[in-house]
């Protein structure tokens, strides 16, 4: 029994006041058990069976099965691995730079943070719109700055050819998030001890020096942190895609969540059954994943000190 | 050379600033002139500017309906959040009990699940319901997908709050219920406000759960709206660019007041 507990009251020593915490917590459970733990619980349901409109049929394995040979769900796998994998690295990267350039005080710092920070609060579906036209072929300011410079071979219809559709893409989640990461590396700087950096100027170790060795370290947590919610966000990613592109052209921007959608609701196969499978598999992918990346980070941790 | 250096970094931001808020402000300039205008220069500012489109998207567009409905579901959404989420922050921070963390950790848990693992099972309880393509199934789904956010930024502020206070509460003869009420509750109003903030943006941009949910035109959300509009209307450049700004400026407006908390709140799951 804990101290502080002892403390409190007469009452709530004796007993565990559950009547209250009931009232207290109810809803939040009530809510949870019906719109997150059920439907969770039935969409594995669901991935071994064949669900009709009129009746489900029992499948066992076949579902899984069949995902194993699906061309177009592997696809949909490396595009959204790809993204996923490619976006933590440029976005904590940039943001770092731009942090530390406020960070050395320049002027305006307010402003600027607060301007970096603007894109992350639009819905993606304003953004890809505005992308849609910045990519256009014919008006967007890529393409007419490219043919501006003199470029006019290197104008293309971004969106539209399979080799540059998805790093086009990936840019503009990057454009999307590096003012979020920023902001919160900026944060993390600010709160850093004072005096070690003063012994690293002390020290006369450099700007790079103090970087790779005191900064660096000290901001450890956070770009970890940064990273795997990155990589999360990116793991889920559905609305860009689908104002933009659709997954098209030939499947180059297909990710998992487009993919799934497509077989759910647009497919005219009315079986639910299958992009449950599709979604249970996901769910422990992902799973896996961010505890694999938690556990690698906390493994290093402990190698380090 | 270090003013120098100090003016080279300075035009670096300065081209960054353009980079990011650039989109935003040709949507603006797009937003009040008219198409035909828009196709003679895309670049070209809004002169004269054309306030009146955003009369012609509102009425006949129907962009004040989905705003309507965005309000509604959005708004009833966050006050059931705030509210259910509140109680069972404050009961998690509060009394020590058997449990106590599993369902902390549960309820947190699930922030990061994939929504394909409930959106499909959800479409289907929602039919069964009689909830589907109806503004309050949309709204109790947004409560259940925000709820987990909602319980982490209060829980952790209503732990901090010292237990003496709540002692002295007590011995006034305050029940369990006014102490969360009249003691817990305006304490935590900052953080109380960040998540009011936060999930109001957030679901105001909701997209993936709406398409999947409602298909009604009397239901769409703004989101929902916007993209029915460029299905239909691709060349019209012009007055998507207005439909846009319509979703936007309720969000600018909340930056604009409350940047800093809302900062605070997109942040507050990344700094620990």
Known sequence: MPVGQQQTSGASVCSTPWGTIGVFLLPSLLIYAAFTAYPAVRTIWNSFHKVLPRADEAVGLANYAELMRDDIFWRSVRNTITWACTSPLIEVSIALLLALALYAKVPGARFFRIAWFTPVLMSYVVVGILWLWIYNFDWGPVNVALRALGLASWAKAWLGDPKTALPSLIFVTSWMWVGFNMVVLLAALHSLPREVLEAAELDNCGWGGKLVYVILPLLRATLLNLVVLSFIGKMKIFDLVWITTKGNPLWATETVSTYVYKRAFEWTTFDLGYPSTIAALWFVIVLAAVLALTWLFRLREKLEY | ?272
């Open chain 2, 1 to 272: 050379m270090a003013a120098a250096k100090r003016a080279a970094l300075l035009l670096v931001l300065c081209l960054y600033t353009a980079f990011a808020a650039g989109p935003f402000v040709w949507a603006a300039m797009l937003s009040l002139r008219t198409t035909t205008e828009i196709h003679r220069n895309h670049f070209a500012p809004p002169n004269p500017a054309h306030w009146d489109k955003f009369a012609e998207a509102w009425f006949t567009s129907n962009y004040g309906v989905y705003f309507t409905n965005s309000t509604q579901v959005v708004v009833s959404a966050v006050v059931i959040l705030t509210l259910v989420g509140s109680m069972a922050a404050h009961c998690l921070a509060r009394y020590r009990f058997r449990l106590n963390r599993l369902i902390y950790f549960v309820l947190f848990s699930t922030i990061i699940f994939p929504p394909q693992i409930t959106i499909i099972s959800l479409f289907q309880i929602l039919v069964q319901y009689g909830l589907y393509n109806s503004k309050l199934g949309l709204t109790l789904v947004y409560v259940a997908i925000q709820l987990p956010l909602t319980i982490y930024i209060l829980e952790s502020f209503f732990a901090r709050i010292p237990s003496d206070l709540f002692d002295a509460a007590r011995i006034d003869g305050y029940s369990d219920w006014e102490i969360f009420w009249r003691v817990s509750l305006p304490i935590a109003l900052p953080a109380v406000a960040t998540t009011v903030i936060l999930n109001f943006i957030l679901l105001w941009n909701e997209f993936l759960y709406a398409v999947v949910l409602i298909t009604e035109e009397a239901n769409r959300t703004l989101p929902l709206g916007i993209q029915r509009f460029i299905g239909d209307t691709q060349e019209d450049v012009g007055m998507i660019a207005t439909g846009l700004m319509i979703a936007i400026i309720p969000v600018v407006v909340i930056y604009a007041f409350f940047s800093e908390r809302l900062i605070q709140g997109m942040t507050a799951g990344a700094v620990k």
